[in-house]
């Protein structure tokens, strides 16, 4: 983060106590956080006792408004699903993690863009990034893309991290690591960057960043490879 030098920071499958440690490389801005939950309630819980679930970082010093949920539609495990977010007076981003059954993932991705869209149809700079469990254009299984609604535009990391965006245009998505104590596996890191802001957008079970620079739509695609994407 601190050689990309993001606007946001957005992360999946952290730990509560992850925020402090990553807030210096982004200058201690605002930071958010909403612990996924259990079926009783109580917060889910890393292996080493922290809150588990997502996470906002900011660069911007400016004061926002932080909010979070848990989606009305969840399936039978042991983790209910949640999102959070952060506005400010030109920005509105948020960060998830839904469910592994396609379907209840499908009604959760739905939720949140028509959590989203309003702000977006007025012209807001909106995004919301994660591991949202779903494929785009699948042999077998739902499409990612059947969630998304205009003014948004989705692109991914050819697997099941996703950015959905508005009034921002699209450079890259890169896809590296980073450990944490979570309940069952080490996250990895996807950097969608965005232009018009730097956001580290939500992506998978770890970080992703986000840029403001003055690039082309169609710039750089994903993993480090040259593409040029079409808008869905």
């Known amino acids: 983060m601190a050689a990309k030098q993001p606007h946001v920071v957005s992360l999946n499958e952290i730990c509560r106590n992850d925020l402090p440690q990553l807030a210096p490389a982004m200058g201690n801005g605002l930071s958010a956080f909403a612990p996924a939950r259990r079926p009783d309630g109580t917060p889910v819980r890393c292996t080493n006792g922290d809150e588990y679930g997502n996470g906002l970082i900011f660069r911007s010093p400016a004061a926002g408004t932080v909010f979070s949920g848990q989606y009305a539609t969840q399936d039978g495990g042991s983790e209910k699903r949640v999102y959070v977010c952060a506005e400010f007076a030109d920005l509105v981003g948020c960060g998830t993690h839904l469910s592994t059954t396609g379907n209840v993932a499908t ?84 950097v969608p960057a965005l232009r018009g802001i730097e956001a580290d957008g939500m992506s998978g079970e770890g970080r992703t960043t986000v840029r403001r620079k003055p690039v082309p739509r169609d710039a750089p695609g994903h993993r480090g490879r040259t593409a040029r994407w079409p808008r869905r």
């Open 107 to 190: 009604a959760q991705c739905k939720a949140a863009i028509a959590l989203l869209r309003d702000r977006a149809v007025a012209g807001r700079q909106t995004f919301l990034a994660g591991d949202f469990n779903l494929k785009y254009a699948p042999l077998i299984g739902p499409d990612v893309q059947d969630c998304n609604a205009a003014p948004f535009f989705r692109k991914g990391d050819g697997s099941v991290q996703h950015v959905f965006a508005a009034n921002l245009g699209y450079v890259r998505t890169e896809v590296t690591g980073h450990d944490v104590h979570g309940p069952s596996r080490p996250a990895r890191r996807a």
